[in-house]
């Protein structure tokens, strides 16, 4: 390109003409994927390259790289200059996305340059998920591989509609048309359901440059456009005049009284000043007042553009919000139906709390159901009760508070989540939504006339749940039903719920792998919210292993009525007592998932009481218990005075 | 009919929305200022960010007390015309240890000056997220960088586990102690700098235009005598020669350019022609292999 500007300007001899044609130059976003070694790098490279976008320096030190890292003999080792981390080229591979840049005559580009092993798929998903088009690398000698499959599914999943199927290394085997046209039939048999608008095949050989800018003299059964013939003239806008109109408020912009301006991207669609709009959420209309830029308000706003707008009346709209048309409103909902691209080692489980983020909203989410897994290979709909890393699926979430959305077909910003761990704020996943479920529509809360207030009167208490968590043979039982005998005999109404009790009818359906026990303490803080809200006070003796499912036990109560009480005893002790026996099982593989033996117990970090037993007799702990309690006027004075009702 | 946004457009929203993203989740944000011609940028898109009301972030300039006499003359100009809070931070730990480029090499000068005191100043504000300028045309440990990329407790980056970063949806979830680095010009490359400034009409630091400036050549770069803390070496000749800078830091570190554009139509017609990086007058990026990425690692921006 530096050569083509360089020889430019001599003729055109001004720079404001040549800037002038770079203004007019539309943007093209796209990606190489594939599987290992299908030369996507090198591509990259290549391009790079043919475009005149690598400098002196950089090719000097290209050059001394290659003699140290490179796998290419004598040749420049193109994939040096995108694998930009020390561990990529010490190990020739990919791990990250590279973004570079390079223009063309009638182009602007960035390309996200992904890595093709299976476990780094959330890295290729990043650069995915902002590409209009994907280069899909195959080999020559390889044809279509896992890989190929698994990015191809997730760029249709992510909303990309258009394919380069780049069939490299032709030259390895001897530019035959009969291999490229046997790789070409299987990828269209596999891709026809993904849905792409356009699935363009090109044979190549990145390292020689063979139909990348130039056209190879070796494939004359050839007739296509070459790579970049292709690139600079693929036409992805989407008629976006047709789109409804979407606002995600990002920020309230309220510098003094007199201004209140909600600031964001247009999504889709476009506004003007005067216009109506409607608060999604809410339902509330008002009109366009103001469209505030610096530099002077505007008259109208379209899609991509980042302005603030100030509306005719004082509408309730905080971040989170979608300003939308009043024709054609999104849903807002707090069930849907998405599919998901799992990022994490930790699989994902039903039941599981997750904080649920779409561009500008958030809210607590758990998967209520996973539908299937997506079989990579077939397309087949599997039966699953995680999803693994890397694993595509399809499920319904539900979600604390509703939120304002689009189908993801219909609107990639609207439409897209991701998903965060509570404890690490790990991204985990990335959803697209499908559609909305109606049920949060059909089922009402239904207003009820006697309160929890007033049935916690009539049993003159407050309820609360006291949440006992240990290893098994802790002595969590014991020392929950001693308090609840002490308390019941004291007159307050208590209920225990014990885990293996539970497990015999409610939960007799359940297992003991982690997804199940996620959905073990699920349904037990359920109905011990259930008994709170009846008045009680619940005594919970589970062993619930894991600090996400006490979380969201503990954030499915009021505030203060959730108590967690650790019964720390350590794991010598308890496998010394082994009341029922499970330990020497345990520990002769007998039984599997067997909490502290081999699947893990996430002590409390903050319990409200720590119990510490060793040395310690049940009677004393109690002791302890019902002093807290007492403190906190939970139990109250007529329960001091020793009465009973 | 829509009109349709150009390139320049699409860079500019985007950045303003990541200005914005920051500002609603983030508890205390700061804006890293190093006062070149892409923190002029940044500063810019700051102001139109929040427009009409002022960044609601302070700006803090890590001191070397090595930056060109013009760069700091033109920081104070900056802040006092547009009315920013400015935090000036200096590693004093590594002035009274007089620490400085020419007895301490390069690295360790960058280190101790740039990179600790950054860590310094981050740790004694407590800022949870910091906007820098960096772009991903530089280098290509940058070309890896997220936009919104995290940093442990300890500022370093751990670029083998970076958070996947899906579409415009960010993660700005932090523990206390835990920071992220935010860089709403990634996608911009040098040529879309000069242009936006063009087009901005954007004030940047005078030593970006070609001037008569007293140089000496040294290690096969142009170094400018800014101050006589500089001593010649034998052999070596201070001239005046008319030059230029592409990029600006420390100026024992930084090399200048012959050239004679005068004016900004001058500097986007020389850099069509260039046939070297910008990063190519650093000194510090020449350093050893991998020079940046290891920098980063240890809470270098």
Redesign the interface.
């Known amino acids: 390109m530096r050569h083509n500007l360089a020889e430019k300007l001599v003729v055109s001899e001004t720079v404001d003409e040549y800037l002038a044609a770079q203004e007019k130059k539309s943007l093209l976003r796209f990606l190489t994927c594939g599987s290992v070694d299908d030369g996507k790098s090198t591509l990259i490279g290549r391009l790079l390259s043919d475009a005149k976008q690598i400098f002196e320096d950089q090719l000097s030190a290209l050059e001394r790289d290659s003699r140290k890292h490179g796998t290419t003999g004598e040749d420049i080792d193109f994939a040096l200059l995108v694998d930009g981390l020390e561990a990529e080229r010490e190990q020739g591979i990919t791990i990250d996305v590279a973004y570079r840049f390079f223009a063309t005559s009638k182009r602007k580009f960035i390309v996200a340059d992904t890595p093709g092993h299976e476990q780094y798929t959330r890295n290729m998903a990043t650069g995915a998920s902002t590409a209009d088009l994907a280069i899909v690398l195959v080999d020559a000698r390889q044809g279509v591989l896992r890989q190929t499959r698994r990015h191809s599914i997730i760029a249709s999943l992510l909303g990309i509609r258009h394919i380069v199927l780049a069939v490299n290394k032709i030259d390895l085997v001897g530019f035959d048309r009969a291999v490229f046209e046997r790789i070409v039939g299987e990828y269209s048999r596999f891709a026809q359901d993904l849905g792409f608008a356009s699935v363009t095949a090109i044979p190549m050989s990145a390292r020689y440059g063979d139909n990348v800018s130039r056209r190879s003299d070796e494939t004359g059964w050839y007739s296509g456009p070459t790579l970049i013939e292709h690139l600079e003239t693929v036409d992805i806008d989407e008629d976006a005049s047709g789109r409804p109109f979407r606002f995600p408020v990002q920020y309230v912009n309220r510098p003094n009284l007199d201004f209140r301006g909600f600031a964001g991207t247009v999504a889709s669609g476009a506004v003007a000043r005067g216009d109506e709009i409607v608060v999604a959420k809410s339902g509330k209309a008002s009109r366009v007042r103001r469209i505030v830029a610096h530099g002077g308000d505007l008259e109208r706003a379209v899609e991509g553009q980042a302005v603030t707008l100030v509306l005719e009346d004082e509408v309730e709209v905080s971040r989170g919000n979608l300003l939308v048309s009043p024709a054609t409103r999104p849903q807002v909902a707090d069930q849907f139906a998405a599919n998901i691209v799992w990022f994490d080692e930790k699989a994902l489980l039903p039941g599981r709390s997750y904080i649920l983020r779409t561009e500008t909203d958030q809210a607590s989410a758990t998967v209520t159901e996973l539908k299937y897994r997506l079989d990579i290979n077939d397309f087949a709909h599997a039966a699953a009760k995680s999803l693994e890393m890397n694993e595509v699926g399809f499920c319904t979430i539900s979600t604390q508070s509703p939120i304002a959305f689009d189908p993801f077909a219909e609107n990639r910003a609207t439409g897209a989540f991701i998903l965060i761990d509570r404890l690490t704020n790990a991204t985990v996943g990335a959803g697209m939504i499908r559609h909305g479920l109606r049920r949060a529509d059909n089922i009402h809360w239904h207003s009820l006339d006697v309160t929890k207030q007033a049935r916690a009167a009539a049993k003159q208490q407050k309820p609360t749940v006291l949440w006992f968590t240990g290893l098994s043979g802790s002595g969590k039982s014991t020392i929950a039903n001693l308090l609840e005998r002490k308390l019941h005999a004291g007159g307050r109404h208590t209920y225990l719920l014990d885990g293996d009790n539970i497990r015999h009818g409610l939960n007799r359906d359940l297992g003991f792998s982690e997804a199940d026990r996620v959905e073990n303490i699920r349904r037990v803080a359920e109905v011990a919210r259930l008994m709170a809200d009846a008045g009680l006070i619940v005594l919970v003796s589970f062993i619930s292993p894991f600090r996400a499912e006490r979380r969201v036990a503990r954030e499915l109560m009021s505030p203060g009525e959730f108590v967690e009480v650790f019964v720390d005893t350590p794991f010598e002790e308890c496998a010394r007592r082994d009341p029922k026996g499970l330990y020497a099982r345990a520990l002769n593989g007998e039984i599997k998932n067997f909490t502290g033996v081999d699947s893990p117990y996430e002590a409390p970090e903050k319990p409200e009481i720590h119990l510490a037993t060793l040395g310690r007799t049940p009677e004393e702990m109690v002791d302890v218990l019902e002093g807290w309690l007492r403190e906190r006027e939970i139990a109250d004075q007529h329960y001091d005075e020793g009465g009973g009702i | 009919?829509?009109?349709?946004?150009?390139?320049?457009?699409?860079l500019?929203?985007?950045a303003?929305?990541i200005f914005?993203?920051v500002?609603?989740t983030f508890s205390k944000p700061v804006m890293l200022y190093s006062i070149g011609k892409d923190s002029s940028v940044l500063l810019h898109l700051a102001?139109?960010?929040?427009?009409?009301?002022?960044p609601p972030f302070p700006f803090l300039h890590v001191d070397t007390t090595w930056k060109f006499r013009e760069m700091i003359a033109f920081r104070d100009e900056m802040a006092q015309k547009l009315g920013f809070e400015l935090l000036v931070h200096v590693n004093e730990d590594g002035v009274r240890d007089g620490i400085n480029p020419f007895d301490h090499g390069s690295n360790t000068h960058t280190h101790v000056m740039k990179t600790v005191g950054l860590r310094q100043a981050l740790d004694k504000y407590g800022f949870d997220a910091a906007f820098g300028g960096a772009r991903?045309?530089e280098?290509?440990?940058?070309?890896?960088e997220?936009i919104f990329s995290f940093r442990n407790a300890s500022h370093a980056w751990d670029?083998?586990n970076?958070?996947?970063?899906?579409?415009?949806?960010f993660?700005t979830?932090?523990?206390p102690g835990e920071s992220i680095r935010v860089f709403p010009l990634?996608?911009w490359?040098e040529?879309d700098i000069w242009?936006y400034i063009?087009q901005e009409n954007i004030p940047i630091v005078p030593l970006y235009f070609a001037k008569e400036r007293p140089v000496v050549e040294r290690d096969g770069m142009l170094v400018m005598r800014d101050d006589d803390r500089m001593k010649l070496k034998p052999g070596e000749v201070l001239e005046n020669r008319r030059v230029r800078f592409r990029t600006l830091g420390c100026y024992p570190l930084t090399g200048a350019i012959e050239s004679d554009a005068t004016d900004l139509?001058g500097i986007?017609?020389e850099m069509?022609?260039?046939?070297?990086?910008e990063r190519?007058g650093r000194l510090i990026d020449r350093d050893e292999?991998?020079s940046m990425?290891?920098k980063k690692r240890e809470g270098y921006f």
């Open positions: 009919m829509l009109a349709r946004l150009t390139h320049l457009d699409r500019e929203a985007e303003i929305h914005r993203e500002a609603a102001m139109k960010a929040f427009y009409p009301a002022k991903r045309d280098e290509k440990a940058r070309a890896k997220r670029p083998k970076q958070r996947p970063e899906m579409w415009k949806i993660n979830r932090v523990a990634s996608n490359t040529l242009q063009l139509n986007v017609s069509l022609v260039a046939r070297t990086s190519q292999a991998g990425e290891k």
